[in-house]
């Protein structure tokens, strides 16, 4: 079931992931310290100032022949594969569209697997599917 269509941009290139799942995590880094003192009670403690909170994504999904929109740069699943090798392994920035909002991410961890095919599915055309996991963390320091 394909719930919604991630979309890579970065280099110029636009790559669609037919998602079958998206988790979004949240991490709060907020802390919490007790100032020492020598009096018998410490003095009250204070929160530190480090509000980073950290937006992370795991896209599950599938790279498959056609186009899933007509941006899209690639119509083939190993031009699509390669497209997003050579994006990640860019280690720059990409914007990852989801729900019809742009979010700059870096990519930290991706595979990129051959899904075989079975007996319903028609392979005489060379048609190659590949299903995918990306990783990627998008950042922003709160005030």
């Not at 100032?35 to 929160?47: D, F, M, R």
């Not at 860019?90 to 095919?117: C, H, P, Q, R």
């Amino acid at each position: 079931m394909v719930r919604d269509n991630i979309k890579f941009v970065g280099g110029g290139v636009t790559v669609y992931v037919a998602t079958t799942g998206v988790k979004f995590n949240f991490t709060n880094s907020v802390k919490v310290i007790n100032i020492p003192s020598t009096e018998e009670t410490p003095n009250a403690s204070q929160l530190l100032n480090l509000n980073k909170v950290e937006k992370r994504f795991t896209v599950n999904g599938s790279l498959s022949n056609g186009k899933l929109d007509v941006s899209e740069t690639h119509t083939t699943a190993i031009d699509k594969r390669t497209a997003l090798i050579t994006m990640f392994g860019l280690g720059n920035v990409v914007v990852m569209t989801w729900e019809s909002t742009a979010y700059d991410v870096a990519v930290d961890k991706y595979e990129i697997d051959y899904k075989s095919m079975d007996d319903h599915d028609d392979v005489s055309d060379g048609t190659m599917v590949y299903t995918t996991t990306i990783s990627c963390v998008t950042g922003e320091d709160l005030i």
